[in-house]
């Protein structure tokens, strides 16, 4: 019996036996498919992807290709080059929490071209597979009215999350520090994790209601230390590891006000992040991507709404019901909100926002005009843009 990593063959089928099986999870059921996602990351994904039978299995397809892509696999990125010195290799669909040691492997051989992380845009399907639970459910069971994935960098409606800044980080193309907040109203609560689940965060200091309650603050980084401000008042300088995460974390209490981080490299500062408590009192905030679209019927105009402040702060924790209406020379192609656990339809032209933001898409019609689009709310001032079809 062949040995991986120190696990025999027959050890390693029992440890993936057992992880597969029907567990009980905070007194709710969890199925084979759920708990078999363990095998995803670790010790024994790895295990897995070196043995000699996926080898063998593997080879019939690889042999005959000019570039070899590999799901979940990336064990293999090294290895494969001692047995094939001239295979190029692509790392075709990754781990978000992956992405430190992917990277590390990209840069260092140069027979992996990249890697692809599973996924850069949110989409519908695969309904609640990175949902944050904090009741016993698991993200691959029936939730209903789940319809969203709600894994990716980039949410349903293009607002980037933490994790995209965190991957431009390590990727090297961001020298600025990212603040990002563990929600405060989920402190200490426990919750069942997928693969695909990073950190349950926002880029947000605005948490009413939660003054004096402890919060946790991440400082992604790679510059060598990272200090953390709140309110003027200094939380410690800490050592970025660039090995292994890239980030730093805080634990405080949250008081309104301002957070600071400011990064050093070779003990001189070299960039900063900050976040400010938005004010209560929010108004409509509406930009469209484009200002003109052609009259061929299909040309899309992709309009953001969030909520701000009288600075211009978005307050993401604010709620408001909004109504959309479109006239002239175009259409309501969808309008909706980020929130996975919605029964609303996208169809629908009323929506609460969910973390500050709305999308809503225009469509052209086949005729010139302007399409006339009006966003309206309780205790906001309308708001009204125009959209040229030519």
């Known amino acids: 019996m062949c ?11 029992q440890i993936m036996a057992a992880q597969a099986a029907p567990q009980k999870e905070s007194g709710t059921s969890v199925d084979a498919a759920n708990s078999s996602t363990d095998l995803m990351s670790g010790p024994t994904t790895d295990a897995f992807a070196q043995n000699e039978i996926v080898t063998g299995l593997l080879e019939e397809f690889a042999s005959v290709t000019d570039l070899t892509g590999y799901n979940y696999l990336t064990a293999r990125h090294e290895m494969e080059h001692e047995m094939y010195p001239n295979r190029v290799i692509l790392g075709t669909e990754t781990l978000p929490a992956d992405i ?9 051989n140069p027979h992996v071209i990249g890697d692809m992380t599973w996924t850069g845009y949110d989409y519908l399907g695969e309904a609640g597979c990175a949902v944050w639970y904090y009741d016993g459910r698991h993200g691959f069971t029936p939730n209903w009215p789940i319809s969203i994935a709600y894994v990716g960098d980039i949410d349903i409606t293009g ?6 800044y965190y991957r431009k980080i390590v990727y090297g193309l961001r020298k600025k520090p990212y603040i990002a907040v563990e929600r405060v109203n989920h402190y200490g609560e426990t919750t069942i ?13 605005t948490w009413d209601g939660y003054e004096g309650k402890p919060a946790v603050v991440n400082v992604y980084s790679n510059a060598d230390e990272v200090e953390l401000f709140q309110n003027g008042k200094s939380l410690g300088r800490k050592p970025v590891s660039k090995e292994t995460n890239y980030y730093v974390s805080f634990e405080t209490q949250y008081q309104p006000g301002k957070l600071e981080a400011v990064c050093y490299r070779n003990d001189v500062e070299d960039g900063k992040d900050e976040l400010v408590t938005a004010g209560a009192d929010v108004e409509l905030c509406v930009e469209s991507d484009k200002k003109v679209l052609s009259a061929d019927g299909a040309d899309l105009a992709y309009v953001t ?3 701000k402040d009288k600075d211009g702060n978005v307050n993401l924790q604010a709620k408001k019901e909004v109504t959309v209406s479109v006239e002239g020379a175009g259409s309501l ?6 929130d996975p656990e919605t029964e609303n339809n996208y169809d629908n032209t009323v929506w609460e926002t969910y973390d500050g933001y709305f999308l809503a898409v225009v469509r052209a019609g086949e005729e010139a005009g302007e399409i006339k689009a009006t966003f309206t709310s309780e205790g906001c001032e309308t708001q009204e843009i125009t959209i040229k079809v030519e």
């Open 3 to 13: 040995s991986i990593m120190g696990i025999s063959m027959e050890e390693m089928m």
């Open 305 to 307: 709404i969030c909520l």
């Open 100 to 108: 430190v040691r992917l990277w590390k492997i990209v840069k260092e």
């Open 193 to 205: 994790k997928t693969a695909w689940m990073w950190k349950d965060e926002i880029a947000s200091w």
């Open 159 to 164: 607002y980037r999350r933490p994790m995209s």
């Open 333 to 338: 192609q969808g309008f909706g909100s980020a």
